[in-house]
T-cell receptor, first 115, second 111 residues
Framework: RKEVEQDPGPFNVPEGATVAFNCTYS??????FFWYRQDCRKEPKLLMS???SGNEDGRFTAQLNRASQYISLLIRDSKLSDSATYLC????????????????FGTGTQLKVEL | NAGVTQTPKFQVLKTGQSMTLQCAQD?????MSWYRQDPGMGLRLIHY???????DQGEVPNGYNVSRSTTEDFPLRLLSAAPSQTSVYFC??????????FGPGTRLLVL
């Protein structure tokens, strides 16, 4: 089983649609959670952190369910510019800094927003 | 403030050749790391460092060496390139426990 699993997609949605991505992780001791966005042939960039209480940033809402070990990302009113690959990222702890920065990435979910 | 820079952007090597991928950051970040990204595999951690003189292995360290002589620089060395090392390599940096910032990547093809 992969440590962080995502549906690879692609998700093809019309502009204005609402779309949701889910991600599951294997390590129940994982410490922090993120969604990154990666455009084609570019570097990943942080979209938002994911907090236990859920958090929202404009059209984007992230939620965490520790009991079920999954993370979700909801995008409302999709824009053409939202087309990208969305990476689920988990800090599972361990390492020299006691887990300060070792990230495990999912393979990403591709989103294509169409006219 | 240039952020995280990587050189070269593209490189073609023959099997057995050696090379160094350069990574530099000007944000005074303690933590730096190298990832490789392959289709269907996601980003995988190769090596990381929590400060000058301190490095550790990640998930896929074989075939790669690193050193951290300064806070700013974290080069990745391929001692004897193999076709399996064909990939896109990303360097990242951050303060410990904070968001990682990625460089633009190096695309490496090993023939």
């Amino acid at each position: 089983r992969k440590e962080v699993e995502q549906d690879p997609g692609p998700f093809n949605v019309p502009e204005g649609a609402t779309v949701a991505f889910n991600c599951t992780y294997s390590n129940s001791a994982s410490q922090s959670f993120f969604w990154y966005r990666q455009d084609c042939r570019k570097e990943p960039k942080l979209l938002m952190s994911v907090y236990s209480s859920g958090n929202e940033d404009g059209r984007f809402t992230a939620q965490l369910n520790r009991a079920s070990q999954y993370i979700s990302l909801l995008i409302r009113d999709s824009k053409l510019s939202d087309s990208a690959t969305y990476l689920c990222v988990v800090n599972m702890g361990g390492g020299l800094t006691g887990g300060g920065n070792k990230l495990t990435f999912g393979t990403g979910t591709q989103l294509k927003v169409e006219l | 403030n240039a952020g995280v820079t990587q050189t070269p952007k593209f490189q073609v090597l023959k099997t057995g050749q050696s090379m160094t991928l350069q990574c530099a950051q000007d944000m005074n970040h303690e933590y730096m790391s190298w990832y490789r990204q392959d289709p269907g595999m996601g980003l995988r951690l190769i090596h990381y460092s929590v400060g000058a003189g301190i490095t550790d292995q990640g998930e896929v360290p074989n075939g790669y060496n690193v050193s951290r002589s300064t806070t700013e620089d974290f080069p990745l060395r391929l001692l004897s390139a193999a076709p399996s090392q064909t990939s896109v390599y990303f360097c990242a940096s951050s303060r410990v426990g904070e968001t990682q910032y990625f460089g633009p990547g190096t695309r490496l093809l090993v023939l």
